[in-house]
C-alpha cells in the first residue's frame, strides 16, 4: 500500500476538509491509514478494497448530516457487510468495525474516531473526537440494555467535564451543538472542532452516474442532480441558463471526449413538462442524450459534476456556514468505468483544474491505465492498494 502526495508541505487549508481516511477495521481492511489530498484515486484491482474505502468515507458523511447509523451504512450493504472477513464474535456474541478521519481547518487538526458493533444489532459503542492534544467527546456503551450511550465533553469550567447520555444509532459530535452552550472557552473549543468535522464530513456528493437512467426524459424543473446523474437533461437547461460561462466550458469537455464535433448543449422541451437534451452539431443534426454510448454519458455527467456545486447538485450542506468558508468533495467510485483512454485523460485533467482552486475535491476509484495517467498529473495523491 503506496500513498504519494505531491505537496507534504502544503498549508492549512482554509476550509475544512478530511485530509486522512481510517479504516482500522473495515472489510478488507485492517489498520489502514490513506493520506486525501484535493484531488485522490485509490488504484488497484478488483478487490483491493477500492469502493469500500469510499464507502467508509460516504458512511461517515452521512452519520455527520444526522442520519441514523442503518440509512449511513445503506449504500454499503449495512453494518454486517462492514465487519472484516473471518472477524470472530466475542463471548457476547458481538462483532463490529472500527472507522475514522482526521480533518483539517481553522481549528487545526480534528481527529474523529467510532467504533460500530455490528451483530448481534447495530450500534454506535464508542466515539472520540480530538483537537488541540485533548479527547474532547467520548462516548461508550455502559448499559446494553438501554439504546444510549454514555457521552463526557469537555467543559472546562466549574465542572471539567460535562456527561450525558445520547443515542447509540447516531453520530455524537454531530449532536454537540444541540447540547453544548459555548460559555467557557473548553465549550468553544468543542463547538469549534466539531463543527469543523460535521462541515468538513457533510459537504460530499457521492456520485456513480447510470448511463441507463440517463436516457430517458426527465421533468424540466428537476434542476438538482442526483447521484445517479438520471436528472442530466434538466440540470444542463439549468446550468445552460444561469452561468454561461462554465456551461461553455463544459461545451468544450464535450468536444473533447464525445465522438464527431460538439458546439453546443441544448435542452428540447417535450409534452407534459419534461425536457431531453441533445448536443449541437453545427451545421449537422443534433444529437440527442439518449444516442450517446455508456462511455459518453459517464464522461458527460462527471464533467457536469465538476463544473458545479452545491447550489446545483443534491447535497445538504450546512446551512449555518458560508459556502465560501465550504469545500464541496465529490466521491466519485468507477472514476474510470466505460471511459476510453482519451476520455479518462480530459477527465482527469479538468479535475485536477477543478480541484486546484480549492473550492471542490475529488475522492475517486481507477484502475488499469487510468491509475498510471492520474499519477502524472501535478497535485494528484495516488493510493495504491496493489494487486
Known amino acids: 500500500m ?16 478530511v485530509t486522512e481516511l481510517r479504516l482500522s477495521a473495515f472489510k478488507s481492511h485492517r489498520n489502514a491509514t490513506f493520506e486525501l489530498g484535493p484531488l485522490t484515486f485509490f488504484h488497484g484491482a478488483s478487490g483491493t478494497g477500492k469502493s469500500s474505502a469510499l464507502q467508509a ?9 444526522g442520519g441514523t447509523l442503518a440509512e449511513a451504512l445503506a449504500p454499503a450493504g449495512g453494518a454486517a457487510a462492514c465487519v472484516p472477513h473471518r472477524a470472530r464474535p466475542d463471548a457476547q456474541g458481538r462483532r463490529g468495525f472500527r472507522i475514522g478521519c482526521t480533518v483539517e481547518g481553522p481549528a487545526g487538526p480534528v481527529r474523529l474516531d467510532l467504533a460500530v458493533q455490528a451483530e448481534p444489532e447495530a450500534r454506535v459503542v464508542g466515539e472520540r473526537l480530538t483537537g488541540a492534544g485533548r479527547t474532547l467527546l467520548s462516548t461508550a456503551l455502559r448499559d446494553p440494555g438501554l439504546p444510549a450511550v454514555e457521552a463526557a465533553w469537555h467543559t472546562a469550567g466549574a465542572v471539567p467535564v460535562t456527561r450525558a447520555p445520547l443515542p447509540d444509532d447516531r453520530l455524537g459530535t454531530a449532536l454537540l451543538p444541540l447540547r453544548v452552550a459555548g460559555k467557557t472557552a473548553g465549550q468553544r473549543l468543542v463547538l469549534g472542532a466539531a463543527e469543523q468535522a460535521v462541515v468538513a464530513l457533510r459537504s460530499v456528493f457521492a456520485c456513480d452516474p447510470r448511463p441507463e437512467l440517463m436516457r430517458a426524459p426527465v421533468a424540466a424543473r428537476d434542476g438538482r442532480l442526483r447521484g445517479a446523474c438520471d436528472n442530466v437533461a434538466a440540470v444542463l437547461g439549468r446550468t445552460g441558463n444561469e452561468c454561461a460561462i462554465r456551461h461553455s466550458i463544459l461545451v468544450t ?7 464527431g464535433r460538439v458546439e453546443g448543449l441544448a435542452v428540447e422541451g417535450l409534452d407534459g413538462g419534461f425536457v431531453r437534451a441533445v448536443l449541437a452539431r453545427g451545421a449537422g443534426a443534433a444529437t440527442p442524450l439518449e444516442r450517446l454510448g455508456d462511455g459518453e454519458l459517464r464522461y458527460l455527467a462527471l464533467c457536469l459534476v465538476l463544473l458545479t456545486g452545491p447550489e446545483v447538485l443534491a447535497v445538504d450542506p450546512a446551512a449555518e456556514v458560508l459556502p465560501a468558508r ?6 466519485a467510485d468507477g472514476f474510470d468505468r ?33 491509475g498510471r495517467v492520474a499519477a502524472e498529473v501535478p497535485g494528484a495523491t495516488m493510493v495504491d492498494l496493489g494487486e
Open 2 to 17: 503506496d500513498a504519494r502526495r505531491a505537496r507534504p508541505d502544503a498549508p492549512r487549508p482554509p476550509r475544512p476538509v
Open 57 to 65: 468515507y460516504e458512511a461517515l458523511a452521512r452519520l455527520a448530516g
Open 253 to 259: 469537455a464535450a468536444d473533447a471526449g464525445c465522438r
Open 326 to 331: 465550504q469545500a464541496l468533495t465529490v466521491l
Open 338 to 370: 466505460c471511459l476510453d483512454p482519451r476520455q479518462a485523460r480530459e477527465l482527469v485533467g479538468l479535475a485536477a483544474r477543478m480541484c486546484e482552486r480549492g473550492h471542490i475535491r475529488l475522492v475517486g476509484t481507477v484502475r488499469g491505465e487510468v
